[in-house]
């Protein structure tokens, strides 16, 4: 049984930083690609970050330079590292895995607002 479990969301100030957390179980994690993804309230969901099993990222331009996708293959964690967060930075974020199948976790809601 495939597991995504994502932690780490809250409410923030605009400014601030959040880490965000996906621990998977149940897949090879170390050979897939892996993702966070948003949906704002209204929005499509859209790619945030991903990392490969190589390492290579990749980001969304409106988050260039704020935050940093790392993936620890010895814990099956990927972490998204988000500074100087803004409020359309709000939504609930997903993690995703990706190789022969496609999953997602339950998502985890950040909240960026004074």
């Known amino acids: 049984q495939v597991q995504l479990v994502e932690s780490g969301g809250g409410l923030v100030q605009p400014g601030g930083s959040l880490r965000l957390s996906c621990a998977a179980s149940g897949i090879e994690f170390s050979i897939n690609t892996m993702g966070w993804y948003r949906q704002a309230p209204g929005k499509q969901r859209e790619l945030v970050a991903a990392?490969?099993?190589?390492?290579?990222?990749n980001y969304a331009t409106s988050v260039k330079g704020r935050f940093t996708i790392s993936r620890d293959n010895a814990k099956n964690t990927v972490y998204l590292q988000m500074d100087h967060l803004k409020p359309e930075d709000t939504a609930v974020y997903y993690c995703?895995?990706?190789?022969?199948?496609?999953?997602w976790g339950q998502g985890t809601q950040v909240t960026v607002s004074s």
């Open positions: 995703n895995a990706r190789w022969a199948n496609n999953y």
């Open positions: 990392v490969t099993s190589g390492g290579s990222t």
